[in-house]
């Protein structure tokens, strides 16, 4: 698949000015087609079971729908479950150093659960799958039917989804892993000025304070954490993957200049704030309006 490794933000400014609804159709076309290839592969090897993982931000949950868009053109209806319905009660997970549940390491999830649906499904084509409630964080007493049908498949996506507990004893054959990531970096006169984990803190920084509530400053204090529990639980299971997509798209730079650097001027004396001031300065801006509505995109900075 074609992915970009390094982008010079001097071209992309150029592409910009010239046309940036057709920088922003290319950018976009290329992640489509990157799903629909990957559709195809899935119809083709006959795959049941699709597992798509990858760190914060780095559009695991469109990617799930989109891949399921795809399959359904060429054929292929699909289930798409979510491994957070097999979180175990609060009151089940292992603390922290720090007193708290354990939320983010594989402990917080029934993976004898995921391996008795995984491997119901493919023995018998048929499961009951658990509803995780957020609110009493508690399963449901309700699980759900799900219920395969001719070459119909599942994809489930999590941050544990790699994790070789979770299909330890299944029919590896039936499985594909997928992994998302942001590996570009974005340059400069030849320098790096924005690495691909700073991509997705912008991402999440949009969406924390657009969907979640959550304040700049307070997103920028929990990334250092987010960032540990990427390498500690996702980050070591990339290498198992059997597909990776870099779910990158080359004008994002030029996006959050757009959406951001208002905002960002109030807080220009944070240091975390001002590198990004700096990179927004040699950035061009695109159109909030010129990014479709069908974008990975649009699951970070709104509709």
Known sequence: MLVYNKIDIE??????????????????????????????????????????SGPSSAGKTTTSYNLRKALNIIGVASHVLNMDDFFKNTD?????????PDIEGLCAIDTDCIKKCLGEVLQTGETMIPQFDFVTHKRRDEWLKCKLVGNEIIIMEGIHALNPEIIKGLDDSKILRIYLDCETSFYYNNEI???????RFLRRIIRDKRDRGVSIEKTISMWKDVCSGEDKNIKPFKSSADVIINTVFKYEPLLYSTLLKKEFLKFKD??????????????????????????????????
Do not use: H, M, W
């Open 270 to 303: 944070n240091f975390t704030i001002s590198s990004f001031l700096q990179v927004f300065d040699k950035c061009e801006t695109v159109p909030y309006d010129l990014i479709p509505n069908d974008s990975l995109l649009r699951e970070f900075i709104g509709y």
């Open 92 to 100: 089940q997970i292992p603390l922290n150093d720090d007193g708290n």
């Open 193 to 199: 000025i924005l690495r691909a984990r700073n991509l």
């Open 11 to 52: 071209d992309i400014n150029e592409l910009a000015k010239e046309n940036a609804n057709k920088l922003i159709t290319d950018a976009e076309n290329l992640y489509r087609s990157n799903i629909e290839e990957i559709a195809s592969l899935i119809k083709s090897k006959k795959k049941k079971i699709v597992l798509i």
